[in-house]
């Protein structure tokens, strides 16, 4: 039984690419409006469905972050509405020793000595934070206290394509376009389910401090980038391929390089 159902998943994680491609697209936010669309987005989640922001009458979830970050979009082709989206912040370029939010919120954690002996040059470094899905794609118990969730579930059947698409999706184009603006450190706060699930896809991250209290547990955590991409589990791979091409050409740049399938 152990045998079959584990062929069964290899075959579908195989065709997930041109699943993936049927039903969702990739769209690096790379106008205002494709901006303010993410603000929306984060709206719905943070603002309505989970009472995590408040509300205001621009429907719009934004802070001062938002300035120095690139954000991506995932849209659903049946639904042709944007359902999900993921932001990276960059340091202030004019003020690059301005701390990131992951700095300022766990600042009595965060274990200072692993991180100096990283030597990370602030320019190569951001922070991955606003990851939403609309609640129409996390229906089941327990996810709509979530801002995105996963589950064993998710990697049963490729039949209904809602997780782990959209924030695999999202977590994969983010990776490409830290890559793209010469980025190679990822900071975040992550729920240690999130890290877990992650792994399994080679989605490598490192706990780099104490755990806080954020709208539940959370613990402060590093990637990188160069790490991971090579790191990819080789099913996720073509997926992986095609969101990057995608990346690349929102970006308008030459894709020159491509990871073997």
Known sequence: MDLMRSLILAREFLQLRSEFDKHFEIVPATTPDLVEACFKVRYRVYCEELRWEPLNDEKLEYDQFDEHALHILLRSKRLNEFVG?????????DRPFDRLPIELSCFHTLDYRLLENLAIPRTAMAEVSRLAVDSRFRRRKGEFV??????DEDYGS?????????????????????????ID???????????????????????IGGAITHHGERI???????????SLHLLVRPLFNSISTTVHAAYQVPHEWRMAV
């Open 158 to 182: 490729l039949a209904k394509p809602r997780f782990p698409f959209i924030p695999v999706g999202l977590y994969l184009a983010m990776l490409e376009s830290a890559q793209i603006h010469g």
């Open 85 to 93: 989206c993921i932001r990276l912040i960059r340091c202030n370029p």
């Open 185 to 207: 450190t990822l900071y975040m706060l992550t729920e240690p389910w999130l890290v877990q699930h992650l792994r399994r896809l080679g989605i490598r991250i490192e706990p």
């Open 220 to 230: 402060p955590s590093l990637m990188s980038v160069g790490v991971t991409i090579r």
């Open 146 to 151: 979530r801002p995105v969730g996963l589950s």
